[in-house]
């Protein structure tokens, strides 16, 4: 089991930038692919950002491409997203999640998932 906890979500306005941190636990961190899902309200968890297990690899939705970076330090099993450019259809809660040996963005290819943290963009 791995255990995977969130944070640096908040409030900010539009055009600003927040860094979440996803700290892991419980199983070799640097054996998974790392991912950033969001989901808003009434709507499906979406893909947001992956990364390969060495962080050599890095892919992104098309709406935060240039905007977001994922990145990942395997020495102290952490996760981070990186936004910039905020815009209030960013609004979502954040989750992170890991899996193995898997490179694309389906949801349920995602195997632990931590609980989130809430990310609001005013406008």
């Known amino acids: 089991q791995m255990h995977l906890v969130e944070s640096g979500g908040g409030l900010v306005q539009a055009g600003g930038s927040l860094r979440l941190s996803c700290a892991a636990s419980?199983?070799?961190?640097?054996?998974?692919?790392m991912g950033w899902f969001r989901q808003a309200p009434g709507k499906e968890r979406a893909f947001v950002a992956g990364?390969?297990?060495?962080?050599?690899?890095?892919y992104y939705a098309d709406s935060v491409t240039g905007r977001f970076t994922i990145s990942r330090d395997n020495a102290k099993n952490t996760v981070y997203l990186q936004m910039n450019s905020l815009k209030p259809e960013d609004t979502a809660v954040y989750y992170c999640?890991?899996?193995?040996?898997?490179?694309?963005?389906?949801?349920?290819?995602?195997?632990?998932w931590g609980q989130g943290t809430q990310v609001t963009v005013s406008s």
């Open positions: 999640a890991a899996t193995r040996n898997y490179y694309g963005s389906r949801v349920d290819r995602f195997d632990y």
């Open positions: 990364i390969s297990e060495n962080a050599r690899s890095t």
């Open positions: 419980g199983r070799t961190f640097s054996s998974y692919v």
